[in-house]
């Protein structure tokens, strides 16, 4: 997920920066651009804040990481680890003292400009949130079969 943001990244710099390409007209658009913020250019104004939750983010999936645990769930962390540490990167490296702004190019016209690392996190939390639910209904049938 890294890799794949970053090299995404670096081609929307070279490739957008002066000329933004629709990809369908009106609906999506590749535009670069930067925020400061966290996740669909929320909370610009705050760029501290975003790094600091994503290292703590990065640390505990990385001191967790070796439980079973469900695929799924394993596959949710993932995405998160590798769209958090994505961001921070780009923090790291646009700006001094994890001020950097990150780079975002993939434009819906009805969200907010994000990128790959943007979805990840969004979509782990969306397949954890799916694990959650099915271990809340696979869980009371547990335990009535145990009654």
Same mark, same amino acid.
Request: glycine share 8%.
């Given at each position: 997920?890294?890799?794949a943001d970053r090299l995404t990244k670096v081609w929307a710099e070279r490739s957008f920066a002066a000329h933004p390409r629709d990809v369908i007209e009106g609906? !999506?658009? @590749?535009r670069f651009t930067t +925020? %400061? #913020? #966290? *996740? @669909? %250019? @929320? #909370?610009?104004r705050?760029? !501290?804040?975003?790094?600091v939750a994503a290292i703590v983010v990065c640390a505990a999936? *990385? !001191?967790t990481a070796f439980r079973g645990r469900p695929t799924l769930h *394993?596959?949710?962390l993932g995405l998160i680890l590798g769209g958090a540490f994505g961001n921070l990167l780009d923090r790291i490296l646009r700006g001094p003292r994890l001020s950097g702004r990150v780079v975002d190019f993939i434009d819906p016209h009805v969200w907010p400009v994000f +990128? !790959? *690392?943007?979805?990840a996190v969004v979509s782990g939390a969306v397949l954890l949130a799916v694990q959650s639910f099915r271990e809340s209904r696979v869980a009371p049938a547990d335990a009535t079969a145990d009654a």
């Open positions: 997920m890294v890799l609906v !999506l658009t @590749f +925020n %400061s #913020g #966290g *996740a @669909f %250019s @929320f #909370g610009d705050a760029p !501290l804040v975003f790094a999936i *990385a !001191l *394993a596959v949710a +990128n !790959l *690392a943007d979805a």
